[in-house]
C-alpha cells in the first residue's frame, strides 16, 4: 500500500474518488451508490476505513462538488454508516433542491455538526495554511480553486436560478502530497474554468515555485464533457487555455458505459489526448488509482479485476436493480442500461494489472 493513494472508483455514472492519506485516514470526494453499477463503494469503504467509535468505520472527511444526483447519491446511507468527521460542501447551493435526492444530501449537512462542516473558497492560499482545519494530515495540501472566495449564499436565488450556477460554482481543488498532485473538478463548466484562469493563472506555488494550476493528474470535469471547454455544441469555439495551464500527464474521467448524455464527449477527450500523455475512463479500464510514496515517482496502476472482484454487488442487490429493468438511480443520471447487462460486462473484463511509473512534478 502506497503513503497516498486516490482511487477512482468505477462506480458507473458517477463520481466517487476515496483518497488515502498517509496517516490511514481517509477522505472521499463525491458519493454515487447505484446497485448494479461499478463497484459497490461501502464493500471498498468496509474493507479499508479505520474503525472509528460505536462500532463503525471512520471516514476522515466527506467532500461534495456538488449536490447534483451523480455526485450524491446514496450519501444519507454512507453518512449514517460510517463516522464522518470533516464535511465539505460547497456553499451556494444550500436548501435550493437542484438534484432528485437533494433532500438525502440536505439531511446529511443539517445533522453534521456545524463546527465540523467546512465550505472551502477559493484562494491563492492553500487552505491549510490559512485554516488548521483542513489540515487533514501532515503533509498533503488542499487548494481551492472554486467556488469563488467571494461567494455567499444568496437566498434570493430561485431554484431555477440556482441550477444554473451549480456547476459554474462547483468545487475545484488541488491535493498535493510530495511533490505529486492531482486536481479534482466535479463538473465544473467552461464559466467556472475561465473565472479560475483569469484568477489563478500564472500564479506560482511559493514553497515549489511550480505553476499552481499545473497538476500532474486532472479528475476530468463533468464525465469527460465537452463543457468543460466549449459553451455549446461540438462545432462550438473550443477554448483550451486552462487545460494547458494545468498540463496534466495523465486525465482520468469517471463515466458509465452507455450515458445518455454521450458523456465522454470525443472532442474533449480528443482535446484531451492532445494535451496529456495518458486518458483513462472508468468505463474502459475500470477503477484507476493513483500511487504516491514519499520521495518516489508517482504511480498509475490499472487493476479493475481487484476492484470489479472483491468489491462486486452482491447479486440480490443487482437483481433487484434490474428487475425494474433499468437502474433505478442511472434513470435520474439519465442512464437506460440494465444491471444484468452492466454485470456482464464486468465479468468479461479482463482481470489485469498495469502499473505506469511517473516522474514527481519538478
Ligand atoms: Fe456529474
Redesign the pocket.
Known amino acids: 500500500m502506497a503513503d497516498f493513494e486516490v482511487v477512482f472508483s468505477d462506480v458507473g ?3 466517487c474518488t476515496l483518497v488515502r492519506l498517509p496517516d490511514g485516514e481517509y477522505m472521499l470526494f ?1 458519493v454515487y451508490r447505484c446497485p448494479g453499477e461499478g463497484i459497490d463503494i461501502f464493500k471498498l469503504l468496509d474493507d479499508v476505513l479505520p474503525d472509528g467509535e460505536e462500532g463503525k468505520k471512520r471516514l476522515k472527511c466527506l467532500a461534495i ?2 449536490a ?4 450524491i447519491t446514496g450519501v444519507g446511507e454512507l453518512y449514517d454508516r460510517y463516522e464522518v468527521e470533516w464535511l465539505w460542501v460547497p456553499q451556494h447551493e444550500e436548501r435550493k433542491q437542484v438534484a432528485s435526492n437533494f433532500a438525502e444530501y440536505q439531511r446529511v449537512v443539517d445533522e453534521h455538526p456545524e463546527g465540523k462542516i467546512k465550505r472551502p473558497q477559493g484562494s491563492r492560499t492553500a487552505l491549510n495554511e490559512k485554516d488548521p482545519d483542513y489540515d487533514l494530515c501532515d503533509g498533503v495540501s488542499f487548494r481551492c480553486f472554486s467556488p469563488p472566495g467571494y461567494i455567499e449564499i444568496d437566498e434570493s436565488l430561485s431554484e431555477e436560478e440556482a441550477k444554473e450556477l451549480v456547476h459554474e460554482n462547483c468545487l475545484v481543488m488541488k491535493v498535493s502530497y510530495e511533490g505529486s498532485s492531482l486536481i479534482i473538478t ?2 465544473s463548466n467552461l464559466a467556472c474554468w475561465k473565472r479560475v484562469f483569469g484568477y489563478y493563472d500564472g500564479d506560482q506555488d511559493t514553497e515549489t515555485g511550480t505553476e499552481v494550476l499545473a497538476t500532474d493528474l486532472l479528475h476530468g470535469s ?2 469527460g ?1 465537452r463543457t468543460f471547454y466549449k459553451d455549446g455544441d461540438e462545432s462550438s469555439e473550443a477554448w483550451t487555455d486552462a487545460l494547458e495551464a494545468i498540463d496534466p500527464d495523465v486525465v482520468v474521467v469517471s463515466v458509465g458505459e452507455d450515458n445518455a448524455h454521450g458523456h465522454p464527449h470525443e472532442d474533449m477527450m480528443g482535446a484531451y489526448r492532445e494535451q496529456a500523455d495518458d486518458v483513462f475512463e472508468t468505463s474502459q479500464t475500470g477503477t484507476i488509482v493513483m500511487e504516491v510514496d514519499a520521495g518516489s515517482n508517482y504511480r498509475i496502476v490499472l487493476d479493475s479485476g481487484r476492484f470489479a472482484e472483491d468489491y462486486a454487488w452482491d447479486e440480490e442487490k443487482s437483481a433487484e436493480a434490474g428487475s425494474s429493468g433499468v437502474l433505478a438511480a442511472g434513470v435520474a ?1 439519465g442512464v437506460g442500461v440494465t444491471a444484468a447487462a452492466l454485470a456482464k460486462r464486468r465479468r468479461d473484463r479482463k482481470r489485469s494489472a498495469t502499473r505506469l511509473d511517473r516522474q514527481p512534478a519538478a
Open positions: 455514472q458517477g463520481d463525491d462538488t456538488h447534483h444526483d451523480d455526485h466535479g463538473d463533468h464525465h464533457s443520471a
